[in-house]
């Protein structure tokens, strides 16, 4: 458990910090004054934002060649829990957790949540997974799912849908995150309008069975692990397929999902406009699917996106698409990726309303490009950091959050409390 984090350690912390965080603070602040910004609203915005978690990032991710666990890594879904708790508590932006089923499917819903809340978390979206065949599953996916030519493949894979629904109710959760890998690795192969077909009317089924209150988040990915025709590739496809589903139905856009250079940003204003933006799942890529560390490779891609957020949010004040952070840490401690990846998350929510939109408007309105786009960057290039640190002491987390965890000791003592098991922990990517 994170008892480490108890016993005054992010007090001491932050006071051995917070002079230099206030001089920091004070600096920045009466430059953004000078610009007619209030860095006391940016501050107070900064602790409005939160990003969930996916319980399978806590444990290393691997690629299809290899999975070098560290050590201490979580075994089951309550020590997951722990691994999440300590990155709120440190962050203090992480106050829900993704589940993905079968992977995390507690014994006892009432009991997870229980736990969850004793450690002051609640539960996001939950994630099916007909992606791989489970021990004892009567119908394969190893050609599709909710795309099957097998219908009793298709009825398995929606049932398993319902079956999270289900348990997402227990736990409290509002949505369900449908990715699914169906499509096709030869031309011929599949019918590409009958395989569309299929997914729809398996979708339908998956729909009748949500709760009023809850959303279905439609994740498209342009290919893998079908190499020719993916049945959810785009996100034209996502918008069809969630107009068809209707109003519960929304698409997801999970960033490394999309062709190099793609321009995400305006994928998101096109889905923002029709009301079709139902949530992200925040990394960074630099060839594919990466699944790289969020504003590890491409932060100024991630700023126009929160860019277009900005703009979507003075548009309607209501709007307000989900947050998850969905990566792969093979190489880092996956508690530092995540603290840092929140952290990069926010630093790009906070410096969009830096952007002047009234100026931006006026440039745009000029057809002055070099000055419109400098507008942009000069948001883009402004050092945010003291707020960040600034929200985070005030919302009671840790100044400098990786700083404060390496100091504690957790990992080390985590590898003590959780000796590694084969086969114990399951970690994927989506
Ligand atoms: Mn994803």
Redesign the pocket.
């Known amino acids: 458990m994170n008892k480490l984090f108890d016993r005054g350690q992010v007090e001491q912390h932050n006071a051995a910090l917070s002079a230099d965080i206030n001089a920091d603070f004070e600096a920045l602040g009466g430059m953004l004054a000078r610009r007619g910004q209030d860095i006391e609203k940016l501050t107070a915005l900064a602790q409005t934002f939160a990003v969930a978690l996916?319980s399978w990032g806590v444990g290393t991710g691997g690629t299809r060649f290899a999975r070098f666990p560290g050590k201490g890594e979580p075994r089951n879904v309550f020590e997951k829990l722990d691994d999440c708790a300590v990155i709120h508590r440190l962050t203090g932006v992480t106050p829900a957790v993704s589940l993905h089923f079968p992977w995390d499917k507690p014994t006892d819903a009432n009991e997870l949540r229980e736990y969850a809340a004793k450690l002051g978390l609640g539960f996001d979206s939950v994630n099916s997974n007909t992606f791989q065949d489970q021990a004892g599953q009567a119908h394969t996916y190893k050609y599709g799912s909710l795309t099957a030519q097998d219908a009793a493949a298709r009825a398995q894979a929606v049932a398993h849908n319902i079956e999270c629904i289900e348990i997402g109710k227990a736990l409290g959760s509002k949505g369900l995150?449908v990715?699914v890998g169906d499509g096709s690795n030869f031309p011929g192969q599949q019918n590409l309008r009958g395989a569309l077909e299929r997914y729809l009317d398996s979708m339908r089924g998956i729909y009748a069975a949500l709760p009023e209150d809850w959303l279905m988040y439609i994740?498209h990915?342009l290919f893998e692990p079908a190499f020719y025709a993916t049945t959810i590739a785009d996100w034209g496809t996502s918008f069809a397929c969630a107009t068809e589903l209707g109003p519960k139905a929304k698409c997801?856009v999970?960033l490394?999902?999309h062709a190099p250079n793609t321009n995400i940003e305006m994928i998101v204003a096109r889905l923002a406009q029709f009301g079709k933006l139902g949530g992200f799942?925040f990394?960074d890529s630099k060839y594919g699917d990466d699944?790289l560390d969020s504003g590890s490779i491409n932060p100024f891609q991630l700023f126009l996106i929160f860019n277009e957020l900005a703009d979507a949010s003075g548009r309607d004040a209501a709007f307000k698409p989900s947050y998850?952070l969905?990566q792969s840490h093979n190489v880092t401690d996956p508690i530092e990726s995540l603290m840092n990846s929140a952290v990069e998350v926010q630093r790009a929510f906070v410096q969009s309303a830096l952007v002047d939109r009234a100026t931006l408007a006026h440039y745009q309105g000029q057809n002055d490009a070099l000055q419109a786009a400098q507008a942009l960057k000069h948001a883009f290039r402004t050092d945010v950091s003291p707020i960040l640190a600034m929200a985070r002491l005030r919302s009671g987390a840790a100044a400098d959050p990786v700083a404060c965890y390496r100091a504690s000791g957790y990992r080390m003592a985590q590898a003590e409390l959780r000796p590694a098991r084969a086969g114990a922990s399951s970690s994927g990517?989506?």
């Open positions: 996916p995150t990715w994740e990915k997801l999970d490394g999902h799942h990394n699944d998850m969905d990517i989506v």
